[in-house]
Every structure is written in C-alpha cells, then in structure tokens.
C-alpha cells in the first residue's frame, strides 16, 4: 500500500522489556519522525531522520533508540520500556527542498506498558 | 524558542454554528504555521498552512485560518458546522530557515477537541 504505515498498530508488553515499533513509508521521502501523544501535552518530537543513516535528537529522545539503514524504513526502539513510555507513537514523513513542507503522518501505535 | 498556544482544550459548538479555535504563537520572527486535524484512532492531517504568501490561508473541508502578525494568532474558523467536523485539533510552528530554525522540526499545540451538538 502507498502512504506510511506503522506496526504493530496496539502493542502491550510488560516493564524492562525491549520493544521496536516499525515505521514504513512508500513516499522515498528524505526526512523522517517519532512523536509521542499524550494527554495534555500534544505531541512531542522524540527523534529525527534527515536522510538514511542520519538521526537526531528531539525533544523527548531518553529510553528511546532509532536507526534507519534504509530510506523507508525507521524503526523506533524502546530498549527497556518504562511505564512512563504508555503513550500513543506517530511516525511522519516530508520530503525535502522547501522550509515548510507538510509532515505526513502514519496511523500510529497504541503501546501500553504494564 | 517556538512555542504554541491553544486557547481551549475542548470546544462544543452547535450543528450550523461558526467554529473558532485559538491558537497564538511565540516566535521572533514570523513562524510558519500549520493546523492538522485528528480524527479518533488516525494519524493526524494536515488543514492548512501558512507560508507568508498570503494572510489568509483557505484549506480543506471549508476551514480558513487568518496570520495576523500584530496578534501572534493564527485562529481557526469554519463558517457552519458539521457533525463530521467533531475531532482534535492541532496548531503547529516551524521557524523559517533563514532565522536558523531547521526545516524540518514542528513545535505542536496542545490540541483543542471540538464537539459539535446536533
């Protein structure tokens, strides 16, 4: 399918387990992102892509790690997730060239921390 | 820094009414800026953005929105509501390049939910 899709779209899994949640997008976009949706707060960046092989930080980056060795791939993985990591995971892409281009945004992933 | 504020964490309005929702920015240079709708249980999408070409920016599902600089606002208005308007929504800033800011990073509101009564 085209667009940007995310999986697994619910995911519960218990305290100091590792966890990965797959971002894919068909768009060959250069930029990808990983924002956090909590009540209260919105959403909160946690980790950049410019291109492949390039990351960076965000806002909220702590018990969270990326990589992306392919364009359309982008996986985020909490390496031992935490309570506080309950929350809502948006993947988005955009392309780039111009300073205002729309993020595109994936279905995102319900994960709940027990 | 950018920062985003949205006047309003739930707003319910009438079936037929005018739609309002606040959002104000903090910036030292004019921002873009962006408002996306989120449905329940989807992603979010975008309704519109403003570039600097024109104030008033016209997007998608009969929603506008006004930049006016004097007032760091950038409000969101729909003439007539309807029932399949009820959802979250967000206002977002990205700093012009130019001013040092990254093309790439979106500062996000907090979000208002609207409600539309039949």
């Known amino acids: 399918d085209a667009g940007i899709t995310q999986s697994p779209r619910y995911k519960i899994t218990e305290t100091g387990r590792q966890v990965t949640l797959m971002c894919h997008q068909t768009w060959s976009h250069s930029y990808m992102f990983w924002y956090r949706q909590d009540l209260g707060h919105g959403l909160r960046l946690i980790y950049y892509?410019?291109?492949?092989?390039?990351?960076d930080k965000g806002e909220v980056p702590d018990g969270y790690v990326v990589s992306r060795s392919k364009t359309e791939n982008f996986p985020l993985t909490l390496e031992s997730a935490t309570r506080s990591q309950t929350s809502v995971y948006f993947c988005a892409s955009s392309t780039s060239g111009r300073d205002y281009n729309e993020q595109f945004f994936g279905p995102g992933t319900r994960l709940t921390v027990l | 820094a950018q920062s985003v504020t949205q006047l309003g964490s739930h707003v319910s309005v009438s079936e037929g009414a005018l739609v309002l929702l606040r959002c104000n920015y903090s910036s030292s240079v004019p921002p873009y800026l962006f408002w996306y709708v989120q449905y329940p249980n989807q992603g979010l999408q975008l309704l519109l953005k403003?570039?600097?070409?024109?104030?008033l920016v016209k997007g998608i599902n009969g929603f506008e929105a006004e930049f006016k600089k004097s007032e760091t606002s950038f409000h969101l208005t729909k003439p007539s509501a309807h029932m399949s308007d009820a959802a979250e929504y967000f206002c977002a800033v990205m700093p012009p390049v130019l001013s040092g800011g990254s093309n790439y990073k979106l500062t996000f509101g907090k979000g208002t939910l609207l409600t539309v009564n039949p």
């Open positions: 403003y570039t600097s070409a024109a104030t």
């Open positions: 892509s410019a291109a492949a092989d390039i990351t």
